[in-house]
């Protein structure tokens, strides 16, 4: 009896930790992931439109071939189902309000641009940091209750980045740190773009191959219209 009292006590702790942790934002995003979308809004233009939200997952126990074995790798959350992020589709012009909940708890050799974040609304970036239960021993030091707007990270504790290019021109880029919750919003003009992620985070002596250069893992389309 006493346990299951301190087991409901430890899941209501674990709720309430992730609520103040992610906050609002995350969740308001989680429910307009299941709201109707609507692609096509003509002339209206985007200060009429309400925000899209786009949710993604990182995660790294899977399994890329028994040859090279796990892998990390983006996975688009949309109502509560993990979909390959080979190609995302997004409206143009529109406000795009970005949630990327990271389970990795590693960081990777990254150029230290990447560490900048880039192409954002207000040149910024929110993270939540150490939303992973028990990783409070995470390098960067933000509080485990607190989100923290930045221009930039520190270049030791990215373990991915999210990077969409133009042609070779970059046009976004979020850095992600270990163990945690990163929030942005940008717009995009009607185009095909490309994304990857900077961090060598993959196979082979450069770290740039496996999830690396494989679309729907570490790299992938950006389709805008
Ligand atoms: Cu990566």
């Not at 708890?105 to 560490?115: F, H």
């Amino acid at each position: 009896m006493k346990s299951n009292i301190s087991n409901a006590l430890a899941v209501a702790a674990v709720v309430a930790i992730i609520a103040v942790g992610i906050g609002t934002g995350l969740f308001a995003g989680y429910f307009m992931t299941n709201a109707p979308i609507e692609h096509s809004q003509g002339n209206t233009g985007p200060a009429s439109a309400a925000p899209y939200s786009l949710v993604m997952v990182i995660t790294t126990n899977n399994i890329y071939n028994s040859t090279v074995g796990a892998q990390p790798a983006f996975f688009l959350l949309n109502n509560g189902t993990l979909e390959s992020t080979s190609n995302i589709s997004l409206p143009a012009n529109r406000q795009i309000d970005l949630t990327i909940i990271n389970y990795d708890d590693g960081n990777g050799s990254v150029a230290s641009i990447y560490a900048n974040v880039t192409g954002t609304l207000n040149g910024k970036e929110t993270i939540y940091n150490n939303t992973n239960i028990n990783s409070t021993n995470s390098g960067s030091q933000i509080a485990v209750n607190g989100s923290q707007q930045v221009a930039s990270v520190n270049p030791n504790i990215i373990a991915h980045t999210f990077t969409v290019f133009n042609g070779s021109k970059e046009v976004l880029n979020i850095p992600i740190v270990e163990s945690s919750v990163i929030q942005a919003s940008f717009t995009l003009a009607s185009g095909t773009y490309s994304w990857q992620c900077e961090v060598a985070c993959g196979t082979g002596s450069s770290g740039w191959e496996g999830a690396m250069n494989t679309n729907g893992w570490m790299a992938g389309t950006v389709s805008v219209h």
